[in-house]
Structures are given as C-alpha cells and as structure tokens.
C-alpha cells in the first residue's frame, strides 16, 4: 500500500478531537494534550502503510492515544523522579498530580471539586482508569472498550465496577477528612 498524505489529513479530521479529548482526560492539561495528539498523528502517520485492519482506524487510534497518554505520563514522572528521588521502576505509573490543572471545560468555580475527582480518577490502576475513561467521558459501550482495550467484556464491566467503587470510597474519604476539624 502506498502513503497518502489525504488519507492521514481525513483521519486526523475525523479522530483529531477525539484524540485531544481522550489525551487531555489522562493529562489534564492543554498543551500536554496537544502534544500527545500531535505524537498520535505522528505515529498514525508513520504506520499507516502497516495498518493491518484487523480492527478499525478508530479501535487503532485510541489504542495508539491511550499507549501514548500512558507513556508521556511514564516520562514526566522519570523526568520529576530523577530530579526528587531518583529513577522508578518501569513498569510503575503514577499519574500527575494536579498542580498544573488546566482544562478547558472546568469552570473556575467548579475547579477545586474536578481537581479532586482527577485526583481520585488518577489514584485509581492504570487499566480501571482507562476503563473508566473510555466509558463514562468517552462514552464507548462495554464492547468497544473491550476492543480497544484487548481484554474480554466481562473483565471491561469488572474493571469498571471497581473503578467506579473505588472512586467513591475515594471521594467519601475526601469529603469525610475535609469535614473533619483539625
């Protein structure tokens, strides 16, 4: 198959919000955001003459988002760890914390209670936050996580059903300790 530049200028059209939209919700940030799209392209870009079409561009795109959201965050935690602590292990991903939260859609007013609900949603495993994400501010069904995620439907629901569990037990706890007196 043969490069064509048009058929990456339709797919970029086509996913490019979807791409930022999903980015922004693992980084909470703008121009982190736009960089991980910007990488995202970059790769559909560079292996669009591979694609093998055993799933479609879109089940593609946002495996190739979500890999590329995760391993961004990897990066800016080594870069913040060598300079506090040293190196992490590999295989260890701790989501950023919100210092710099800075997204779009979040009202001023309402900013200190979606900095806790991304707190939240950053504590939770790497594969229930992803879950969690692609379903509820994504809005995909069971099934297409599934897909996206490569994991059958029943593991999508368990991961969900924790993730969402998790979340308010979270944020019960955060509520509890804001309400009780020093």
């Keep these: 198959m043969k490069f064509n530049a048009k058929r990456v200028e339709d797919l970029y ?37 591979s694609f093998q079409k055993q799933s479609s ?43 710099d939260f800075n ?6 007013e309402q900013k200190e209670a979606v900095v806790q609900l991304f707190n939240a949603i950053n504590s939770l495993p790497q594969n229930q936050k992803t879950a969690l994400l ?3 501010m994504d809005g995909l069904s069971n099934s297409e996580i599934a897909v996206v995620m490569e994991i059958t ?9 924790r993730a969402k569990a998790s979340l308010k037990e979270k944020l019960e706890k955060n509520k509890h300790d804001l309400q009780e007196p020093n």
């Design 13 to 49: 059209n086509r996913y490019g919000a979807m791409v930022y939209n999903l980015a922004l919700n693992y980084v909470q940030n703008v121009e982190d955001a736009e960089e991980i799209t910007q990488d995202v392209f970059l790769a559909v870009f560079e292996n669009l003459d």
């Design 57 to 99: 561009h879109k089940t593609w795109i946002y495996r190739i988002t979500i890999n590329k959201s995760l391993d961004y965050i990897k990066f800016k935690n080594s870069k913040k760890r060598w300079f506090q602590f040293g190196t992490k292990m590999d295989s260890e991903i701790v989501f950023p914390r919100l210092s």
């Design 103 to 108: 997204h779009p859609g979040v009202m001023l």
């Design 134 to 136: 692609l379903s509820k």
């Design 153 to 161: 439907l029943s593991a999508v629901e368990s991961l969900v059903f």
